[in-house]
């Protein structure tokens, strides 16, 4: 699967943005998504992640009650919903997919197949 990310962009803090990820292939309902940033200097992290059904999700501590994860299998995409945006959520966002057995969420990134290119997200204080 391909996976193409967009939606990034410059905005103030307390501010928001929707990222999107658009991925290519017939199964997309297969496989459990996820959301990891890198920020500059610093290893990419796990942000968000939402199981094959959309049924389940997971977040990060850092994000939670701010960021909000989504997938719609018919348009074979899957959206992360950014509020209240912090100076800290300045990075480079990707998305990625991992073929799972069942409905799970999966949150180590060594576990995920494919990569999406990355979107600039960067919050001004």
């Known amino acids: 699967v391909q996976l193409q990310a967009s939606g990034g962009g410059l905005v103030q803090a307390g501010g928001y943005l929707r990222l999107s990820c658009a991925a290519s292939?017939?199964?997309?309902?297969?496989?459990?998504m996820g959301w990891f940033r890198q920020a500059p200097g610093k290893e990419r992290e796990f942000i968000a992640a939402?199981?094959?059904?959309?049924?389940?999700?997971y977040y990060a501590d850092s994000v939670k009650g701010r960021f909000t994860i989504s997938r719609d299998n018919a348009k074979n995409a899957v959206t992360l919903q950014m509020n209240s945006l912090k100076p800290e959520d300045t990075a480079i966002y990707h998305c990625?997919?991992?073929?799972?057995?069942?409905?799970?969420?999966?949150?180590?990134?060594?576990?995920?197949?494919?990569w999406g290119q990355g979107t600039q997200v960067t919050v001004s204080s």
């Open positions: 939402i199981s094959r059904s959309g049924g389940m999700t």
């Open positions: 990625a997919a991992v073929r799972t057995g069942w409905d799970n969420v999966i949150v180590r990134e060594h576990e995920y197949d494919y």
């Open positions: 292939g017939r199964t997309f309902s297969i496989y459990g």
